[in-house]
């Protein structure tokens, strides 16, 4: 196998940064249609890109310090409780509103090993 230069982002890692893309767009869709809080949806989008971008720290190997681990933080707790809002939402839906679809928790799952590369990226950063 031959070796990837240095700052150059793996085939592999690239599709996944589109996947992480394509869920953000997509619960910012499916949240803007529902008529939810839309700051907040365009809050969450926003966490979602601060996610993402971890991916691409981590390749590029610089630029991952304590602002962007604070932001890492936020980005995941909001995306979090957001995951939480719609469990909740799901097992007792108001009166009036539709539920949530049960698929949309579980592409959040999806997130989590961008959060990991995200932390790996400020670790690399803090001790390189």
Do not use: C, N
């Amino acid at each position: 196998m031959r070796e990837e230069p240095r700052g150059v982002m793996p085939w592999g890692a690239a599709l996944y940064l589109l996947l992480v893309a394509a869920i953000g767009v997509l619960h910012f869709v499916v949240e803007w249609r529902a008529g939810g809080h839309r700051p907040r949806a365009v809050l969450r989008l926003a966490a979602v890109a601060v996610i993402g971008a971890g991916v691409v720290l981590f390749y590029r190997g610089s630029g991952a310090g304590t602002l962007y681990m604070l932001a890492l933080f936020l980005s995941a707790l909001l995306i979090a409780r957001k995951s939480v809002e719609d469990a909740h939402a799901a097992r007792a839906p108001a009166p009036g509103t539709a539920a949530p679809p049960p698929w949309l928790g579980l592409t959040r799952l999806l997130l989590l090993p961008a959060i990991g590369w995200g932390a790996m990226a400020v670790w690399t950063q803090q001790h390189a």
